[in-house]
């Protein structure tokens, strides 16, 4: 009997996660920055953690209706390592769009492409060397425009709160299961990442 009902408390879990997912998504372009947005705002004391007071009141604010019950579900599943608080991993982690074994190949295939010198993370220097070597006009220094528009490349995934000038493949991954979200067919999903980052049609 207390297994069965640990199925549906974890079947329940699900629903009020694909709820909260939905709620966030279209509000915002996708990926973790519209997440991260919602976390602060529930992060009353600024301390980067959410307490189960704070997750009642920010979705409270949020405007999602949710009884006491299913309120502590929710706090439950979302604290992984159990200390009582949520951390923005744990937040991203459940909240994440999931994404098909098809999806996740082409999206590291185009972060693997970006990652030139192949250290685990995309940084500016990266991407001047795909662009020169892309380019058959690039000559000369990077003028101030052009290096802020590369660092507003990186700011667009790098994770809010973290930022660090760079990347990670799973800062990557997390943007486009954001994107991947809007996106229902798997086919033109992959289509316009190759399209988009140069990569070969086939």
């Not at 991260?36 to 980067?48: I, P, Q």
């Not at 009582?84 to 185009?110: N, T, Y």
């Not at 490349?153 to 979200?181: M, W």
Request: hydrophobic share 35%; charged share 35%; glycine share 6%.
């Amino acid at each position: 009997m207390y297994k069965n009902w640990r199925v549906e408390l974890s079947q329940r879990a699900i629903e009020l996660f694909k709820l909260m997912r939905i709620q966030c998504l279209n509000r915002g372009h996708g990926g973790i920055k519209e997440l991260a947005v919602l976390f602060r705002k529930m992060d009353l004391d600024f301390s980067k953690r959410i307490c189960y007071e704070e997750l009642r009141l920010g979705l409270e604010k949020y405007g999602m209706e949710i009884t006491q019950s299913d309120l502590k579900l929710l706090f439950l599943s979302f604290d992984a390592d159990e200390n009582r608080q949520i951390d923005f991993a744990e937040f991203l982690h459940r909240l994440r769009p999931p994404l098909p074994p098809s999806r996740i190949k082409i999206i590291d295939e185009v972060f693997s492409k970006l990652d030139v010198n192949g250290d685990g993370a995309i940084k500016t220097d990266d991407l001047k060397v795909l662009y020169t070597s892309s380019s058959k006009t690039r000559t000369g220094e990077w003028s101030d425009e052009e290096e802020d528009k590369l660092e507003s490349f990186i700011e667009n995934y790098d994770t809010p709160d973290d930022e660090d000038g760079k990347i990670t493949r799973e800062e990557f991954l997390n943007y486009y299961a954001g994107v991947s979200a809007r996106v229902p067919d798997d086919a033109f999903f992959i289509m316009t990442m190759k399209q988009c980052f140069g990569l070969h049609q086939g």
